[in-house]
């Protein structure tokens, strides 16, 4: 399977290590990514606030871009997935927009066509097809008694996805199952973590968080897989600050699912970008005795 | 925050209020609306609102237009889309929310928001300088724009993203930054908001 790749923002920075980790495992599922060649920021929740029309034909620059590589594009970030994918869609159904947009890209010399490109998210590359076999086959080192909670987040689901449901998801579950692991099941697995309300409105956004992590821990789970660069800063980066505001003592990993992969498959942990988590990942993975325990240069935090 | 004892004269309400989000996206519905709460009871943030989303459907239609752009439900929406998600009338609630932002920010109706707004102009800065978004710079103009003392409480986790390779110092820039530029330009001369 061929796809051209929308690594977005944060990949390079605080989602580094879902980049690497992805970057270690997609061949060994016969995947090949091209990047999108010269991609600008989709503009995520914030560029929508300032001017609609501007956020729609700047995310639609990358569709342009997509539609002449010729392949369905892959963002591995929700925010990123959903607006680009939400352009498709609004292009589509609403006609005068889709001709200002164009007109709007016409002065980059640029147009296009709802439905040429189809936007996916990784998770949903990696329960496409055969590709949950394909895994199957290369894990090496099961995750078993490994607990661990899903957790989807919102944009990865809504507004409208095809490829799971959006009030009862199951394919993550069925990616960490594939890994040997058990998943827990959890009320708030796919309620959102505040995103970037983080930064503008601390005190709610840290509750949202709370209620994640507090449900993720009544299961018992070790830790939490997550799907998006900013969930896992959110739950990775802010889990001491949920701590000191109320009183908690979670210490939760926070790992992308391309890293549970990449440690099933028998991959080195610094290629896996493990070590890059605040709240340290090594203690729990080598209480369970999955996946090389040297290279983590992760300390508890 | 309820209104119980409010009286709105019908005089001081615009009635047309709803005509200026039908263009929105999923803006076209909101005559449909019936008031069911489904999108106030999903609404993870909406114990903080002085509007939950159910109450500024109801006040667009009652024409109740600076209460719905002076409320601080704009500012906690953190758009999941549970909302528009679960709306039996399919109204697009998130889309209609950035819309209402979109005016209060054209007219200056964000007292209570200089956060968020200052997050959003930051973001849109980003975009226009270097066509990607460089979460390090975004974060001290956004800082800067607010309250720069505020860098201090998050120095911990700076330098703990630092020490992990999770923040890099420089930017990238695109080669098509003059595309986007065109486009910007463009689209200020289409207008809109």
């Not at chain 1, 689901?157 to 199952?177: A, G, N």
């Amino acid at each position: 399977m061929r796809f051209s790749y929308y690594p977005g923002c944060s990949m390079a920075a605080t989602g580094r290590a879902y980049g690497e980790s992805m970057n270690a495992i997609i061949g060994r599922l016969g995947i090949d990514l091209k990047e999108l060649d010269d991609w600008n920021c989709c503009g995520a929740t914030s560029y929508m606030s300032v001017r609609e029309l501007l956020s729609y034909a700047i995310s639609a620059r990358n569709l342009c871009i997509a539609a002449k590589q010729g392949m369905d594009l892959v963002a591995p970030c929700s925010a990123c997935f959903t607006i680009l994918r939400k352009t498709d869609h609004y292009l589509h159904d609403n006609a005068d927009l889709r001709r200002k947009v164009n007109e709007a890209l016409g002065a980059a010399g640029l147009s296009y066509e709802p439905g040429s490109v189809k936007v996916r998210h990784l998770l949903e590359v990696a329960v496409m097809g055969d590709n949950l076999e394909r895994l199957r086959a290369e894990v090496k080192s099961p995750l078993t008694g490994l607990r661990v909670a899903p957790y989807y987040g919102c944009q990865t689901l809504r507004p409208r996805v095809d490829f799971d449901d959006p009030e009862d998801p199951h394919t993550l579950d069925d990616v960490i199952k594939a890994l040997g692991a058990d998943v827990v099941n959890y009320p708030t697995k796919s309620k959102c973590c505040g995103g970037s309300l983080m930064a503008t409105n601390e005190k709610a956004a840290l509750r949202l968080c709370r209620d994640i992590l507090l449900a993720a821990h009544h299961t018992g789970a070790h830790c939490i897989a997550t799907v998006c660069p900013l969930c896992q800063m959110n739950l990775d980066g802010f889990q001491g600050k949920v701590n000191a505001a109320y009183g908690t003592d979670f210490h939760f990993p926070i790992l992308y699912f391309t890293q549970l992969m990449g440690l099933a498959m028998g991959v080195e942990g610094t290629s896996l970008g493990l070590g890059r988590e605040i709240v340290a990942a090594a203690p729990v993975i080598a209480r369970h005795g999955t996946g090389p325990k040297a290279p983590f240069a992760g300390k508890e935090v | 925050m309820n209104h119980p004892l409010d009286i709105v004269l019908e005089s001081s309400t615009k009635r047309d209020f709803i005509d200026e989000l039908k263009g929105v996206p999923g803006g076209e519905r909101i005559r449909d609306c019936i008031q069911c709460g489904v999108c106030s009871g999903s609404c993870p943030v909406s114990y903080a609102m002085d509007l939950p989303p159910r109450q500024i459907i109801a006040s667009i239609r009652a024409g109740l237009r600076d209460r719905v752009l002076g409320c601080n439900s704009l500012w906690l929406c953190t758009s999941c889309y549970t909302c528009s998600l679960r709306c039996p009338q399919q109204i697009g609630i998130t889309d209609i929310i950035y819309g209402l932002k979109r005016v209060a920010m054209a007219e200056g109706k964000v007292a209570g928001a200089t956060r968020a707004v200052a997050m959003a102009t930051s973001f849109a800065g980003q975009i226009e300088k270097r066509g990607r978004n460089h979460e390090t710079s975004l974060l001290m103009s956004y800082y800067m724009k607010t309250n720069p003392f505020a860098m201090l409480g998050m120095a911990s986790l700076g330098v703990k993203l630092l020490s992990r390779g999770r923040m890099p110092l420089t930017g990238e820039k695109i080669r098509g930054i003059d595309q986007i530029r065109a486009i910007v330009a463009k689209t200020r001369e289409i207008g809109g908001l």
